[in-house]
């Protein structure tokens, strides 16, 4: 047993607004510099809907993430390193920049130069890559709240194989947001697909990075991550992708998305984990027993014999403490009510989904629902406006029985709460979600009035293990880099791999790469030093 620590993150899609508050200030923190004007480390998209960029769970066209082969064992869906080494200079799996959109921006010059009139000046749009006049046809929020248009939902991947089901008149429409950041998954597809070693994971908190030295913007990167979230920047010719924050999260801080939510949707703490289990967890026959899987890999950190062997291998004492009060193991691996983001894709995410349950209270009132009688809800969880099929299909790989389930403690924690506020009698029967009582005070700590130490448990870094975490960062790459090469995907070593070697006087020389020098332990974004 290899026991890791990896910061994760936890929505609940109940909270979220719509409101973009968390990509604004995402963007202005990351992406405010040339050549990012189309990033989007944070984004908040409609669902049912396209998504951003266009389509991009759809990896029968994308080929991002992994697959199984005849063996049963974990492959790159986007080919093998030799397919990929020959299309390294035409990659036909890449999206175009009219997927994502094309930046553009307004000719204010003109309208603050203008000449006093009757008429009101007014100024064109023009591209922000070419400078030419344009006309907006897409963006990173095109469709928002517009997921009713059938002309946009019936595009939805997800909604595709049950269009028979979903009928999209004004009576049965349905939506909710989905915010997206990168997954800093277990298994990274993105790592694996890097021909220069560039994308890495760190040991320490299991953060993906991009090691801006070492890239040589091949771009393999973007085409192998299945939920596009690296980009390349045309003018630096690197990749760039969400950091986590992680200068926030080393000095024990949430992400700035986290930071500034105004839903207060998010959670952030660490999970502990078996690394050595994390390749067969992926490699998991069946995508529908994928979620499953994946919660096996998660360590108790309450397991005294867990936390000893986190230790001895050099997870931090107080991090173990923090991981026992971590709200993201609460609501992953204890109530299981928060679900991965298509764990088809055998990425093994680290951001997890509380499903959304709001349009619950139209659809009971309507059935005559009793607060005394919750058993009443699970009749009707499957006549929810958002169909527990869609949801399936995107946290749950199409197996209804987790959403269920979590949708009925949901339900039944919010029965129950509103009982006990009011002075209802509540019949002991009606627990029927697995939901005692101190479970139900937790979630409701966590869900209804999570204070701020309660919703971001995150140790800082321990400043004294930097000079080993280097050292180790450079004998072996980044924490994936076991036997059987990056991503745990059995490609080997990527071109131009960091080596070390010692002299007679047991000093450690690190070998250069192509660039010239060794990885450094983070990133060196330009512009956001």
């Not at 620590?5 to 109940?14: I, P, Q, Y």
Request: hydrophobic share 35%; aromatic share 8%; with cysteine.
């Amino acid at each position: 047993m290899r026991v890791m620590a990896n910061v994760c993150m936890v929505m609940n899609l109940d909270k979220c607004i719509g409101c973009h508050t968390c990509s604004v200030t995402c963007k202005q923190t990351w992406t405010n510099r040339p050549g990012a004007e189309y990033m989007y480390f944070n984004n908040v998209e409609t669902k049912p809907g396209l998504g951003y960029p266009r389509r991009y769970e759809d990896q029968g066209q994308w080929k991002g993430g992994w697959e199984l082969d005849r063996k049963g064992r974990l492959r790159l869906k986007g080919g093998s390193r030799l397919r990929r080494l020959l299309s390294i200079f035409y990659n036909p799996d890449l999206p175009t920049i009219e997927d994502y959109h094309e930046p553009y921006t307004y000719d204010y010059a003109r309208l603050i130069t203008a000449p006093a009139g009757t008429q009101a000046p007014s100024v064109s749009t023009r591209s922000a890559l070419t400078g030419r006049e344009m006309n907006p046809t897409w963006g990173a929020n095109w469709e928002d709240d517009l997921a009713g248009a059938p002309q946009r939902a019936l595009g939805d991947p997800n909604i595709e194989a049950m269009a028979e089901k979903v009928v999209l008149d004004f009576e049965s429409v349905f939506m909710f947001y989905l915010p997206r950041i990168c997954e800093h998954c277990l298994n990274p597809s993105c790592v694996a697909s890097c021909p220069s070693g560039a994308m890495y994971k760190r040991q320490e908190d299991g953060i993906v990075l991009v090691d801006q030295d070492r890239c040589r913007g091949w771009r393999f990167c973007v085409s192998g991550c299945p939920y596009k979230k690296v980009y390349f920047n045309h003018r630096t010719g690197k990749a760039e992708k969400c950091t986590f924050c992680f200068p926030r999260i080393e000095a024990g801080l949430p992400t700035v998305c986290s930071e500034t939510c105004v839903g207060r949707l998010r959670y952030l703490g660490l999970m502990l984990y078996d690394a050595d289990a994390v390749a067969g967890a992926a490699a998991t026959p069946d995508p529908q027993d994928l979620y499953e899987a994946q919660l096996s890999v998660f360590l108790d950190p309450h397991d005294p014999a867990v936390a000893a062997e986190a230790e001895r291998q050099g997870v931090p004492h107080d991090w173990v403490l923090a991981a026992r009060r971590s709200p993201a193991y609460s609501l992953i691996a204890r109530h299981r009510v928060a679900l991965p983001l298509h764990p088809e894709f055998r990425t093994m995410p680290m951001v997890w989904y509380i499903p959304p349950l709001s349009p619950v209270a139209d659809v009971t009132a309507a059935v005559g629902y009793d607060d005394a009688d919750p058993a009443a809800v699970f009749a009707t969880i499957d006549a929810l406006r958002v169909p527990v099929e869609y949801l399936a299909n995107l946290f749950t790989a199409g197996k209804v029985e987790p959403v269920r389930a979590s949708l009925q403690k949901l339900a039944v924690l919010r029965a129950m709460m509103r009982a006990q506020q009011l002075g209802v009698p509540f019949r002991p029967g009606a627990a029927l979600g697995g939901l005692s009582d101190a479970d139900a005070e937790d979630l409701f700590r966590l869900l209804a009035i999570g204070r701020y130490e309660d919703r971001y448990v995150v140790p800082p870094a321990h400043a004294e293990d930097a000079g080993r975490l280097l050292a180790q960062h450079s004998l072996s790459g980044c924490s994936l880099e076991s036997e059987g090469g990056p991503g745990m995907g059995g490609d080997g070593p990527p071109d131009g791999f960091h080596l070390a070697r010692r002299d007679r006087q047991g000093r450690l020389h690190l070998a250069l790469s192509p660039g010239g020098r060794p990885a450094p332990r983070g990133p060196s974004v330009e512009g956001n030093e």
